[in-house]
Structures are given as C-alpha cells and as structure tokens.
C-alpha cells in the first residue's frame, strides 16, 4: 500500500488559525423518519448523530469553503494579499472543472494564491496539510490556506436510508506558516495511505468519465454516494489506528503523551474503536458528529476549530489527527498546538 510518511529534514510548519462554517439549516433524525423508514433511535444507536447541517440551492461547496476561510484568516491575522497557496479538499466541487479552489480565490480576492483541488474524500483535509506542508518547508510559499469543504446533500440518496442519515455539508479551514522555533509548535509528523484495490466498497459509481449519466441510467441514480458500511469499518477501524501508531512513533511520542485525538467524525462506533485500541480515556476524543453527521473532507477541520475556539485544546498540547475515507483513503498528523 503506498503511503507518505514523515521527512525530519521539513522545518515545523503551525496552524496559525482556523475556521469553519456550517448552514442554518437543521435536519434531524425525525425530520428523515418522514421520508425514509428510519427512526431516531435506530439512527442513534448505529452511528451517534443525531442531526445534520443542509446548504440551501443557492450555496455551492465554494461558498461553504468561503465562510470558513474568512474566518481562518481573521484569526490568523491574515488578508486575502498573504496568501499564496489554496488547497480545496472536496468530493462534491463546484464544477469538474475548475477546481473549487479558484472559486474560493475569487471569492477571496486572493490574487497571489496558486489554487488546486485534492480528491481524497475524508481524508482529503490531512492530505491537504501535507501537501501544504511541503510546499511551505520547500519555500515555494509562506503562507497556505487548506480548507476540507463538502455539499455531500447534493450526491446523497435521500431513498437509501443506509446511506441518506450519514451525511451533512459543511467546511473548515486553516492558515499554515512557517513556525518561529522549529521543533517547538507545529506538524510534528504526517502519514498518508491509500488501497486501491477496494475502490468499490465507498464510491459514487456514475458521473465520471467510466460511467456517464445519460437518459438511460438517470433513474438508477448512480451519481449517489453507494457503501458497504460493513466492509468500509472493518477497514476504517485497522487504517486509522495504524495511522495514528506512526505518526506517534515519527513524533517519538506515546499515546499518554497526547492531550486531544481528533478522529474522522463518520461513525461513533469506528470512534470509539479507535479509542479502545489507542487506549485513552473519553475526555480525549473530541466529537462533534452527533451534530454534523459525516462531512466528509470538512468533518476533521471543523472539529479541530472548534476543539481550538472552545479550549478543549490549549498551547502546548499535542493532537493527533486522523481520517479513513474513499479511495481507500487515510492520513493522520500529530500537532504539537
């Protein structure tokens, strides 16, 4: 399986803001129940969530992307002017092309900012990071804006109740720079994986150039998220605590020393899974899925701004982030806060 890990040789890179931004709309648990056979409580017991965020017609992923960004910058400390990198990690773009991420430099008015897409679902948001990171330790720019940004309502089902209680819309950002004292804050270490021998166990099967949406398959809506949740957590479960295991182990960190995990926020029992094997308490595992549902690339970035703006983590502490996603897809990343 390929994988990207560590390089010691990069100089400590800080997440200098974040941001995030949701919809007003609410959808919850009973509100599906009257258009799906689901309930409440089967809903809660099998994956945690309890409602979901849904942008309007009129909002496209850029516009949620957008929101996030702007609130990033401004706790940054940033303008548009700064910026010279914008990485968009989306399944659900505005358009094939272009990229989100040119969107979102128009909405900005950030001009000096070179703008690209990254495809990997929920782990799209670390991958984003180290992409960043690299580019940032190489000096081809000082300051990058990674945003995880998804309007997953857009490719769901709302027929499939497997499928259509998952997801929600949302975006999260962050501002990376170049840390002051290297070594002292910053990305500690990344790991990126992906398999893709199991490309069919979490897939929109139709809407690309493999399979065309025509008047002769439209109806079998194959441009819908499609999964085999069976198969996807047993798979979430292993990818992400290996993840987690190496970047401790490029950090030289132990699983004590970690003050916050902020897991993919899909399932809370891949969570808990995760938590077991990683042997650390509830009160380091940030959730906020019960509220937003799986948003994709978006879901570990707005947990890490609010785990930021509500003081779950302080200066000093080390994090750990980690995703599983489509593709087969994962990453992870100690911080050290």
Known sequence: ???????????????????????????????????????????????????????????????LATEAAKRAMEQAGVTAEEIDLIIVATISPDTFFPSTACYVQRNLAAKNAVCFDISAACSGFLYAMSVARQFISTHTCDTALIIGAEKLSSMVNWEDRN???????????????????????????????????????????????????????????????????????????????????????????????ISMVIPHQANFRIIEAIRERLDVPPEKMFINLQKYGNTSAAAIAIALDEAHR???????????LVAFGAGLTWAAAAICW
């Open 1 to 63: 399986m390929p994988k990207i890990t560590n390089n010691p040789n990069l100089c400590s890179i800080r997440v200098a803001g974040t941001g995030s931004y949701v919809p007003d709309k609410v959808l919850t648990n009973d509100d599906l129940a009257k258009i799906v056979d689901t309930s409440d409580e089967w809903i809660r017991s099998r994956t945690g969530i309890q409602e979901r965020r849904i942008a309007s017609d009129a909002q496209a992923t850029s516009d």
């Open 163 to 257: 499928t259509c209680v998952l997801f929600g819309d949302g975006a999260g950002a962050a501002v990376l720079k170049r840390a002051e004292l290297d070594g002292e804050q910053g990305v500690l270490s990344a790991y990126m994986g992906s398999d893709g021998n199991q490309t069919d166990i979490l897939v929109v099967p139709g809407g690309g150039s493999a399979c065309p949406i025509t008047p002769d398959n439209a109806e079998q809506r194959l441009n819908t998220i499609s999964m085999q949740g069976k198969e996807v957590y047993r798979y979430a479960v292993t990818a992400m605590r290996r993840a987690c295991d190496r970047v401790l182990q490029r950090a030289n960190l132990k699983p004590e020393d």
């Open 310 to 320: 509500s003081g779950a983590i302080q200066r000093g502490d080390k994090i750990v």
